[in-house]
């Protein structure tokens, strides 16, 4: 069987991701105005291309990640609120208190924002 030619544009394309809501993700070819999120109709927190993921406020490719566990869902963050100023920082960050490497889970976090986010918290 014949591959399908792939679109010569699907390279400009973007898929854009919103954390703070729990809305689909949406492509797009303009970064600097990209539609919003279609379900809360925020601008996106990060995007992809060719699934490497970028942070959407700094435009930086998101190369370090960091580990936590699934205890995220139920903990209180004093960030609440203020995630927007640094969407992409360590934002979830609980120890890992299990051995179970399956309660481990790893996100992408963008250098930036968490430099923000250190700065935010010494003015709390
Ligand atoms: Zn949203
Ligand atoms: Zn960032």
Redesign the pocket.
Known sequence: MLKEMSDPNSELRYRFQCDLCSGPDWFGENLDAPAACTKCGRSPVRYFVADAAY?F??R?LMRDTYTTSSGFLFAVFTWWGNEHLFP?AKLYMVPVDSDDPKDCITFQF?A??EQAKQQWLKTV
């Open positions: 942070c406020l700094h930086t992409n963008c930036m924002c």
